[in-house]
């Protein structure tokens, strides 16, 4: 299995990238706020979305499962995890996205079958549900039946390899034991959230939840130091704007950086800038 965890950290004397002489202007469209890898859907932030569905770019997770859809970059990212693992079928996909119609009728059935105390815990109500992003899977083990809320996914064997290879290609779990006050969901280990790369190891290093990485992003605005981090390939940087400073200024960076942006969907934009080493 290919492991560089070693290699990463973040490196406080590293000189920022955002020094150069070539630079050019980020364009921001405001709606964007809403979309991205790192938005946080929760029972606070809905989705906010037209025509009662969220805009993103589904494929299918495989050829196997045509009806199981995914953001396409997420996608992508599922199937290198599984070319590396060489996972077959000791992995299935449950459930990527659904629509708001999709998420409800789920809720009303869980409702009426496992009662409310249940579905609180382990079904979101809809427009809460990150699956209607496209940015969410659940996986199970391929043993005989799963169940489809709850699939079995154990913390052993090639779950537990997948569990780990999956940060280092911006997938996390996102209801993790113990943060259930954070996140507002029970545990639950058979769902993936793909956040991009390199949030996912951050997050992984610092123990964070989606919520709490979010909150942590603010103490790195645009004006102020940067959030830094580098593997064996690249140095990047993440910092944060937020939509009252954007109206004020505008976003300069190197023009020979990769850049990533992705709103919150709360108040403004997480920028990621790659730079290979
Ligand atoms: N099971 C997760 C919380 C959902 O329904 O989105
Ligand atoms: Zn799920």
């Not at 290919?2 to 070539?22: A, E, T, V």
């Not at 991205?36 to 993103?56: D, F, S």
């Not at 209607?132 to 391929?142: R, V």
């Not at 300069?252 to 108040?267: E, L, R, T």
């Amino acid at each position: 299995m290919n492991s560089f965890s070693n290699y990463y950290g973040r490196i406080d004397g590293f000189p920022s990238i955002c020094i150069g002489i070539n630079m050019r202007t980020l364009n921001f469209d405001t709606v964007n706020i809403y979309s991205g890898n790192l938005v946080l859907v929760n029972r606070e932030h809905p989705i906010t979305c037209k025509n009662n569905n969220y805009a993103v770019s589904l494929v299918s997770v495989g050829t196997d499962y045509p009806d199981i859809l995914l953001d396409y970059v997420a996608a992508k990212e599922l199937s290198r995890i599984r070319n590396v693992l060489n996972l077959y079928d000791d992995i299935v996909p449950v459930s990527g996205f659904r629509t708001r119609s999709e998420q409800k009728r789920i809720y009303t059935d869980s409702l009426q079958k496992n009662g409310t105390d249940f579905t609180e815990k382990y079904v979101a109500l809809p427009d809460r549900s990150e699956h209607q992003t496209g940015l969410a899977i659940d996986l199970a083990e391929n043993k005989s039946e799963y169940d489809f809320i709850r699939p079995h996914f154990p913390d052993i064997g090639i779950c537990m390899e997948f569990r780990k290879e999956a940060i280092h290609y911006g997938f996390i779990e996102r209801y993790p034991k113990g943060k259930e006050s954070t996140t507002g969901i029970a545990h639950e280990s058979w769902h993936f959230r793909y956040v991009g790369y390199p949030h996912s190891e951050i997050m992984n290093m610092k123990n964070l939840t989606l919520e709490e990485y979010i909150r942590y992003l603010k103490n790195f605005p645009y004006k102020g130091s940067h959030l830094k981090f580098f593997n064996y390939e690249y140095y990047y940087e993440i910092f944060y704007i937020s939509l009252s400073q954007l109206r004020k200024s505008s976003v300069i960076i190197p023009a020979d950086v990769s850049c990533q942006i992705s709103g919150n969907n709360i108040d403004g934009f997480i920028i990621t800038l790659r730079k290979l080493k």
